[in-house]
């Protein structure tokens, strides 16, 4: 695994693991209509914390397990940012790990 995928992975994880501090992680899968949407970051059927759990952080594991390269620019994190603004729990520890996030896929050879 090259270094790029181990840090991703390790990053992905960090993630889970923000969310679940802020039990914004979800037991049960979403409708498969639900998982189907168009709109960016699925905005008509899923809440932003569900869109990472369940779309996100899966398919960027894709990645890591097959060692594939990386999207050519990723940019979640002013979405992190504006979805944590008006609530109450601090978003601080999962936006800084986002923010990670789109410097590793973004900066990657």
């Given amino acids: 695994m090259s270094d790029i995928h181990k840090t991703l992975a390790e990053s992905l994880f960090d ?6 501090e802020l ?7 979403p409708s ?3 998982l189907a949407s168009t709109q960016p970051f699925a905005v008509d059927t899923l809440e932003f914390y569900q869109w990472l759990q369940f779309i996100f952080i899966p ?5 890591v397990e097959y060692r594939a390269g990386m999207p050519e ?7 992190a940012q504006e979805y944590f603004r008006p609530r109450p729990e601090s978003g601080e520890a999962v936006v800084a790990v986002i923010e990670r996030i789109d410097w590793l896929v973004t900066s990657a050879p």
């Fill in 15 to 20: 993630l889970e693991r923000a969310l679940r």
């Fill in 23 to 29: 039990e914004l992680w979800d037991s049960q899968t």
């Fill in 59 to 63: 398919r960027l594991f894709q990645l």
């Fill in 32 to 34: 498969k209509q639900a």
């Fill in 73 to 79: 620019s990723c940019s979640v994190a002013p979405m």
